[in-house]
T-cell receptor, first 112, second 114 residues
């Protein structure tokens, strides 16, 4: 059974701090890794994708991948109340989106 | 207008009813998906269509019947559902060729079976 594990949270961080969200996966053949943000009652929105070991930065977001440790993380710098949402980690071991496996998500709360 | 549009946004149906969920994507993608999202559980992939052909049926009960008339439209026909089928049903699309791993979601249909 291929699994993606996330701490459900809530993860509470003060405004302006760095939020660190973590994800582990069981399938060593995983090739592509994604972070989706889902506001309550809304659909998941793709915010980051990463395909190779190391860091990938996009604005306030940094995705980090360590395939040897089967670990992917998302850092959110200068956290804002609008970042409060559930963050879903997703991985796939194929070259297409058809085999995406999702974690249950981590709920992030950014406090004033 | 979002790239992937789902209707209706909310649906309440009895266990003996027949209803359909509709999804339309305006992104020029060739692959479309149905996912089920229940509380406290990961997103569950239900069906995959690639270039209008069903390529994945993830052991979904036959009371859920998908239809994909073309690469832009996807339906999920529902009949004799159970209360445990109440969930958020999400449609997604992506490019259908190898290497296209990014999927984009519609707003979802919140289904309640009574």
């Amino acid at each position: 059974q291929k699994e993606v594990e996330q701490n459900s949270g809530p993860l509470s961080v003060p405004e302006g701090a760095i939020a660190s969200l973590n994800c582990t996966y069981s399938d060593r053949g995983s090739q592509s890794f994604f972070w989706y943000r889902q506001y309550s009652g809304k659909s998941p929105e793709l915010i980051m994708s990463i395909y190779s070991n190391g860091d990938k930065e996009d604005g306030r977001f940094t995705a980090q991948l360590n395939k040897a440790s089967q670990y992917v993380s998302l850092l959110i710098r200068d956290s804002q109340p609008s970042d409060s949402a559930t963050y879903l980690c997703a991985v796939t071991n194929t070259g297409t989106a058809s085999k995406l496996t999702f974690g249950t998500g981590t709920r992030l709360q950014v406090t004033l | 207008e979002t790239g992937v549009t789902q209707t209706p946004r909310h649906l309440v149906m009895g266990m003996t009813n027949k209803k359909s969920l509709k999804c339309e994507q305006h992104l020029g993608h060739n692959a479309m998906y149905w996912y089920k999202q229940s509380a406290k559980k990961p997103l569950e992939l239900m069906f995959v269509y690639n270039f209008k052909e069903q390529t994945e049926n993830n052991s979904v009960p036959s009371r859920f019947s998908p239809e994909c008339p073309n690469s832009s439209h996807l339906f999920l026909h529902l009949h004799t559902l159970q209360p445990e089928d109440s969930a958020l049903y999400l449609c997604a699309s992506s490019q259908g060729h190898p290497g296209a791993t990014e999927a984009f979601f519609g707003q979802g249909t919140r289904l309640t079976v009574v």
